[in-house]
């Protein structure tokens, strides 16, 4: 009935920490200007930015949401007027609404970030990959 709230917080905490972390990563990699010195980057490895790797979970949350969002509405479960959820209108309902909340919403929070961990661990393997090709030509 709502076990899209669980996914929806968790895709905005996701959302806020890449757009920070983005942020900063970008005002490292400004050249200098008016003298003031910055780290040189060009020795550093090249990595995939975490901020990137965020924004991957991002979207895999949002559009999740955005899917069970649109099957709640098709199955009514989510009217445009107050209270939105069907499920506030009956005690009985609400009860069972919590706890949808609480074991399913977590159950599929969890699922795609162990889902978007695995494919991260598969995008580094293959960054690193790469990089040892290149460095032995």
């Not at 905490?13 to 920070?20: D, G």
């Not at 889902?115 to 990959?129: E, L, N, Q």
């Amino acid at each position: 009935m709502a076990c899209f709230v669980v996914p929806a917080a968790e895709a905005i905490i996701v959302s806020a920490v890449a757009y920070s972390l983005k942020k900063r990563e970008l005002k490292l990699s400004v050249p200098a200007v008016h003298g003031i010195e910055t780290p040189d980057f060009s020795k550093q490895d090249k990595k995939i930015p975490l901020s990137r790797k965020l924004s991957w979970l991002s979207g895999l949350l949002w559009g999740g949401v955005f899917l069970l969002v649109f099957e709640h509405l098709w199955h009514g479960e989510i009217v445009p007027f107050p209270p939105f959820l069907t499920a506030i209108n009956n005690a009985s309902d609400t009860r069972t609404m919590l706890l949808e909340m609480a074991t399913v919403g977590p159950a599929m929070c969890a699922a795609v970030t162990a889902a978007w961990g695995i494919f991260c661990a598969f995008a580094d393997a293959k960054v690193k990959k790469l990089k040892t090709a290149l460095a032995a030509d």
